[in-house]
């Protein structure tokens, strides 16, 4: 299930020469039996991956992998660099993360989101945040 979800998110890559949607991953398979799980990854994404020009350094993808949580990854890239006050919404937030429909209630997203985010950023992270329910 989480290669056929990475199979079916895209990527679009542009740069002065082309514009292209590629799929994250390719050619999933899993060997039966095994724990032997193989894909392919696009030049493309590799490239940009290890491309520190656009503000990322290499210390900070480090920081990133070690992440559990996709919504710590995607607080983290919100909060690097930034030098000021952020402020979001958590209807925002919940439209950012695409989970809208996922967390209808306010506290299943607290709960399961910003708490677990916060809690590894400020344990793995430069970066933290503060939230309320106002």
């Excluded at 002065?16 to 990854?41: D, G, M, N, T």
């Excluded at 994404?45 to 993808?61: A, H, M, Q, T, V």
């Amino acid at each position: 299930q989480a290669l056929l979800s990475l199979q079916k998110k895209i990527f679009t890559y542009e740069d002065e020469k082309e514009w292209i949607s590629i799929s994250i991953i390719a050619l999933p398979k899993i060997k039966k039996r095994s724990s032997v799980v193989s894909f392919q990854i696009d030049s493309h994404i590799w490239d940009c991956c290890l491309d520190f020009s656009k503000g990322f350094r290499k210390y900070e993808l480090a920081t990133a992998m070690k992440f559990k949580s996709v919504y710590s990854m995607r607080f983290y890239e919100l909060l690097s660099g930034q030098k000021t006050k952020l402020i979001y919404p958590l209807e925002q937030l919940k439209e950012m993360f695409k989970v809208q429909d996922k967390y209808a209630k306010t506290n299943d997203f607290v709960r399961k989101v910003i708490e677990p985010a916060k809690n590894e950023l400020d344990e793995l992270s430069p970066y933290t945040f503060e939230w309320s329910a106002n």
